[in-house]
C-alpha cells in the first residue's frame, strides 16, 4: 500500500514539474502574457506542496528499520527519482527568474522572441492544476511582484534539497534500475499518436523486410561496380589506341 501510494505521488509530481518546463519555455516567447506569468505561478506552488508531501512520506518509509530488504530497496529507488524531479524543477525555476528578469511585461526592454510557439498555454496549465479551466486573479504587476517571491522560494527549494541529503542517505550509483535503458521505447501497451510509439512501431517491422532491401542493395552496388569498370576499361583501350 505505501508503494502504490508513493508511486501515485510521485507521478502526480513529475506531471506537474513536466507542465512547469513547457510553462518556462514560453516565456520571453510571443505566447508570453500576464496569464502565462501567473500560470507558472500557480503550476511552481503545486509542484513545491507535492515535494513536501513526497519528501515526508519517503522520509518516514526509509528511516523505518522494520520494512523488508526489498521494500527499502524499491524506496530508495523512488527517492532516486524524487530528488531528479527536485533537481529539474529547481533548474527551471532558475532559468524562470533569469528570462522573467530579461523579459519585464511592465516595463518591456527587450522585444519578444519569435520562437515558433504560438497560442494560449492554458490548456497545459490546467492539466498541471487537475482543474477543467484556470481562473485568473492575479494584476497587472504580477511579472515583478512574483520574481521576489520566485527568488525565495527558489532558496526554500536548495534549502530542502539540502535538508533531504542530511536526513536520508541514498547513493543514486547503487540504486538498481528495474528496467533496461530505453525499455519505455520498446514498449507496446501504449502506442498512440506519440513519436513513442512511432519509435516502437517502426522497431517492430518483419526482419524479412529489411533483410530483402539490404539484399537489393547489395546487388545494385554490384551492378554499378560492374558497369564503372567496363566504362574504364572501354576508355582505357581507346587512349591506348589512339
Known amino acids: 500500500m505505501g508503494k502504490d501510494e508513493c508511486k501515485t505521488m510521485l507521478d502526480a509530481l513529475n506531471k506537474v514539474t513536466a507542465c512547469y518546463r513547457h510553462l518556462v519555455i514560453a516565456l520571453g516567447s510571443t505566447s508570453d502574457s500576464q496569464n502565462l506569468r501567473e500560470e507558472l505561478k500557480k503550476t511552481r506552488k503545486k509542484a513545491q506542496e507535492l515535494a513536501v508531501a513526497n519528501r515526508t512520506k519517503l522520509t518516514t518509509l526509509l528511516k523505518d528499520k522494520s520494512i523488508?530488504?526489498?521494500?527499502?530497496?524499491?524506496?530508495?529507488?523512488?527517492?532516486?527519482?524524487?530528488t531528479s524531479s527536485m533537481e529539474l524543477l529547481e533548474v527551471d525555476?532558475?532559468?524562470?527568474?533569469?528570462?522573467?528578469?530579461?523579459?519585464?511585461?511592465?516595463?518591456?526592454?527587450?522585444?519578444?522572441?519569435q520562437t515558433g510557439m504560438t497560442g494560449s498555454t492554458t490548456t497545459v496549465a490546467a492539466r498541471a492544476m487537475s482543474v477543467q479551466n484556470m481562473k485568473y486573479e492575479a494584476d497587472a504587476s504580477i511579472d515583478t511582484v512574483d520574481l521576489k517571491e520566485?527568488?525565495?522560494?527558489?532558496?526554500?527549494?536548495?534549502?530542502?534539497?539540502?535538508e533531504m541529503e542530511m536526513k536520508v542517505q541514498v547513493a543514486p550509483w547503487a540504486v538498481e534500475a528495474k528496467q533496461e535503458a530505453g525499455a519505455e521505447l520498446k514498449s507496446t501497451v501504449s502506442v498512440?499518436?506519440?513519436?513513442?510509439?512511432?519509435?516502437?512501431?517502426?522497431?517492430?517491422?518483419?526482419?524479412?523486410?529489411?533483410?530483402?532491401?539490404?539484399?537489393?542493395?547489395?546487388?545494385?552496388?554490384?551492378?554499378?561496380?560492374?558497369?564503372?569498370?567496363?566504362?574504364?576499361?572501354?576508355?582505357?583501350?581507346?587512349?591506348?589506341?589512339?
Open 68 to 82: 523488508s530488504k526489498d521494500d527499502r530497496a524499491e524506496y530508495e529507488r523512488l527517492w532516486v527519482l524524487f
Open 93 to 113: 525555476m532558475k532559468r524562470s527568474l533569469e528570462i522573467g528578469q530579461d523579459f519585464p511585461l511592465k516595463v518591456p526592454t527587450r522585444h519578444l522572441i
Open 150 to 162: 520566485l527568488e525565495t522560494e527558489i532558496a526554500q527549494v536548495d534549502q530542502m534539497m539540502e
Open 192 to 242: 498512440g499518436n506519440s513519436s513513442v510509439g512511432v519509435i516502437s512501431i517502426c522497431e517492430e517491422e518483419p526482419k524479412e523486410t529489411v533483410e530483402g532491401e539490404t539484399g537489393l542493395m547489395k546487388v545494385f552496388a554490384g551492378i554499378i561496380f560492374t558497369a564503372v569498370l567496363l566504362i574504364a576499361g572501354i576508355l582505357g583501350y581507346l587512349v591506348i589506341n589512339l
